[in-house]
């Protein structure tokens, strides 16, 4: 098996009682955040060869990364405090929400102007989650954003 084929994840789960209260709308997007992360990802476990299976959850206010190979054996748990990605979240969600009201009311530069920080601020969180799963899992920029959009469907409402 190749690296392309081994570093990767194959199957991804939220964990359904981690997941708040949400709308069909809110659901669709968690939905097409796994197929796009499914499609294209890199992902590495140190000292463990893959294909992955992963399953995302929140235990105790902690952020859990549930880890298997593709027969469903475990290889890891990695828990992350949620605290250094409470201010990014908090401001994406915020930045999303004027977005979404712009796109209805404001001129397309003003709309244009609110993205580039929406995207900022993803970049920013999808950074910060590289960075505290460094030395453990191994992900590309890529993959770190869809990872994030997941983080942040943990907590999305609505």
Same mark, same amino acid.
């Given at each position: 098996?190749?690296?392309?084929?081994?570093?990767?994840?194959?199957?991804?789960? #939220?964990?359904?009682?981690?997941? !708040?209260? *949400?709308? /069909?709308?809110?659901? =669709? @997007?968690? %939905?097409?955040?796994?197929?796009?992360?499914?499609?294209?990802?890199?992902?590495? #476990?140190?000292?463990?060869?893959? !294909?992955? *299976?992963? /399953?995302?959850?929140? =235990? @105790?206010? %902690?952020?859990?990364?549930?880890?298997?190979?593709?027969?469903?054996?475990?290889?890891?748990?990695?828990?992350?405090?949620?605290?250094p990605f409470r201010k990014v979240v908090?401001?994406?969600?915020?930045?999303?929400?004027?977005?979404?009201?712009?796109?209805?009311?404001?001129?397309?530069?003003?709309?244009?102007?609110?993205?580039?920080?929406?995207?900022?601020?993803?970049?920013?969180?999808?950074?910060?989650?590289?960075?505290?799963?460094?030395?453990?899992?191994?992900?590309?920029?890529?993959?770190?954003?869809?990872?994030?959009?997941?983080?942040?469907?943990?907590?999305?409402?609505g």
């Amino acid at each position: 098996m190749d690296a392309a084929t081994a570093n990767r994840l194959t199957a991804l789960e #939220l964990d359904e009682t981690s997941l !708040p209260a *949400r709308s /069909r709308e809110v659901d =669709h @997007e968690r %939905r097409v955040a796994i197929f796009d992360l499914l499609e294209d990802n890199s992902f590495a #476990l140190a000292g463990a060869p893959g !294909p992955y *299976r992963l /399953r995302l959850a929140i =235990h @105790e206010g %902690r952020l859990l990364f549930d880890v298997r190979s593709d027969d469903e054996t475990k290889l890891r748990d990695i828990v992350m405090s949620l605290t250094p990605f409470r201010k990014v979240v908090r401001d994406y969600f915020m930045i999303c929400e004027s977005y979404y009201d712009a796109i209805r009311k404001l001129s397309p530069s003003q709309i244009e102007t609110l993205d580039m920080g929406r995207r900022g601020l993803h970049d920013e969180g999808s950074e910060l989650l590289r960075e505290r799963l460094g030395g453990k899992i191994e992900l590309d920029f890529g993959t770190a954003r869809r990872l994030f959009t997941l983080l942040c469907a943990l907590h999305a409402k609505g």
